[in-house]
């Protein structure tokens, strides 16, 4: 089993084209914050500057491109932030509707910057650490691109389709932003210093085979000896083993997959309480919503009841 796709399709993966742009000097726009998402924005002309809600301030130019994975509020700008106006009064001031290109003042075109924007949201409440471990932003300069060669691909043809007049076009562009999460996130965990023990885990032979178990079978009565036993190792080194690289015990990384694929179960299915209870690996209802309100503070019923 992918478990990295199995990790994104439970949590929802979802790709938002925002816009493409045509700024002229001066102009500056707020992003709010939004916990659910991660943003990107692509210089593919000019030059933008970001400055992120905690204070640091980025410069990038064309072929750079920041990817903001807390969604944290930002500011884009070309030499002044202070005045911002937000993203929401923005738009419906210069009445943009969501197609083509969204246009600031009326400069040289040469000057202008351009640049493609969007994003990517999570189910509500969903969670793993592979997402909370991620740095709260990145910056991939054009020379990054270069030595990655399929993140590159991707990239290329994203602004190719983003610029294209062919009709449809905006399902392909979403489709690609998603494949580019993916293959950013993949370079996160090999660069990301906190997410070595993640990326660890997944390579390791034999918890990485007992995480694949846990995927593909997550309803399984699976306890700690019958993991071990699957796996090749003693009980205990394999508890330690995995805490070691996860920072959790294996029944609580079960209990915690098995929240996240109830959540998208009580999201995306028609299935009864009893029914995702023993999807879930609960002997009753009961046991599966007392879990589930421990978890997430709110009983499986109320939370399809929001999610409606």
Same mark, same amino acid.
Request: charged content about 25%; glycine content about 6%; some cysteine.
């Given at each position: 089993?992918?478990?990295?796709?199995?990790?994104?399709?439970?949590?929802?993966?979802? !790709?938002?084209?925002?816009?493409?742009?045509?700024?002229?000097?001066?102009?500056?726009?707020?992003?709010?914050?939004?916990?659910?998402?991660?943003?990107?924005?692509?210089?593919?002309?000019?030059?933008?500057?970001?400055? %992120?809600?905690? !204070?640091?301030?980025?410069?990038?130019?064309?072929?750079?491109?920041?990817?903001?994975? @807390?969604?944290?509020?930002?500011?884009?700008?070309?030499?002044?932030?202070?005045?911002? /106006?937000?993203? #929401?009064?923005?738009?419906?001031?210069?009445?943009?509707?969501?197609?083509?290109?969204?246009?600031?003042?009326? @400069?040289?075109?040469?000057?202008?910057?351009?640049?493609?924007?969007?994003?990517?949201?999570?189910?509500?409440?969903?969670?793993?650490?592979?997402?909370?471990?991620?740095?709260?932003?990145?910056?991939?300069?054009?020379?990054?691109?270069?030595?990655?060669?399929?993140?590159?691909?991707?990239?290329? $043809?994203?602004?190719?389709?983003?610029?294209?007049?062919?009709?449809?076009? #905006?399902?392909?562009?979403?489709?690609?932003?998603?494949?580019?999460?993916?293959? $950013?996130?993949?370079?996160?965990?090999?660069?990301?210093?906190?997410?070595?023990?993640?990326?660890?885990?997944?390579?390791?032979?034999?918890?990485?085979?007992?995480?694949?178990?846990?995927?593909?079978? /997550?309803?399984? /009565?699976?306890?700690?000896?019958?993991?071990?036993?699957?796996?090749?190792?003693?009980?205990?080194?394999?508890?330690?083993?995995?805490?070691?690289?996860?920072?959790? @015990? /294996?029944?609580?990384?079960?209990?915690?997959?098995?929240?996240?694929?109830?959540?998208?179960?009580?999201?995306?299915?028609?299935?009864?309480?009893?029914? %995702?209870?023993?999807?879930? @690996?609960?002997?009753?209802?009961?046991?599966?919503?007392?879990?589930?309100?421990?978890?997430? #503070?709110?009983?499986?019923?109320?939370?399809?009841?929001?999610?409606?």
């Amino acid at each position: 089993m992918d478990i990295l796709s199995d990790i994104l399709d439970t949590l929802n993966l979802k !790709g938002v084209f925002y816009f493409r742009t045509d700024f002229s000097k001066p102009w500056s726009v707020k992003v709010p914050e939004h916990k659910q998402a991660a943003r990107f924005h692509m210089v593919v002309q000019g030059q933008l500057n970001v400055r %992120i809600d905690n !204070g640091e301030e980025h410069s990038l130019t064309a072929g750079d491109m920041i990817l903001i994975t @807390g969604g944290a509020s930002h500011v884009l700008y070309d030499t002044d932030y202070e005045k911002a /106006p937000k993203l #929401e009064t923005l738009l419906e001031d210069v009445g943009y509707d969501g197609n083509g290109v969204l246009v600031l003042g009326d @400069g040289d075109e040469m000057a202008k910057t351009k640049l493609v924007c969007g994003h990517f949201t999570f189910r509500t409440a969903a969670d793993y650490p592979l997402l909370s471990e991620l740095p709260k932003y990145q910056i991939i300069t054009e020379s990054e691109r270069a030595s990655n060669t399929m993140l590159d691909d991707i990239i290329k $043809l994203l602004i190719r389709q983003v610029y294209s007049k062919k009709l449809a076009i #905006e399902a392909s562009v979403i489709r690609l932003s998603e494949v580019m999460f993916i293959e $950013l996130l993949r370079m996160n965990i090999d660069k990301a210093e906190n997410l070595k023990g993640v990326l660890a885990a997944y390579r390791d032979n034999q918890i990485g085979r007992s995480l694949g178990l846990i995927h593909a079978s /997550p309803s399984f /009565p699976w306890s700690v000896d019958r993991l071990a036993s699957e796996v090749g190792m003693s009980r205990s080194r394999f508890a330690k083993r995995f805490r070691e690289l996860l920072d959790m @015990g /294996p029944m609580t990384y079960l209990s915690e997959w098995r929240m996240q694929k109830a959540l998208a179960r009580l999201h995306d299915s028609n299935h009864s309480i009893q029914e %995702i209870a023993k999807l879930s @690996g609960y002997r009753s209802p009961a046991a599966f919503t007392r879990a589930f309100k421990d978890r997430f #503070e709110v009983s499986p019923s109320k939370y399809r009841q929001t999610m409606t």
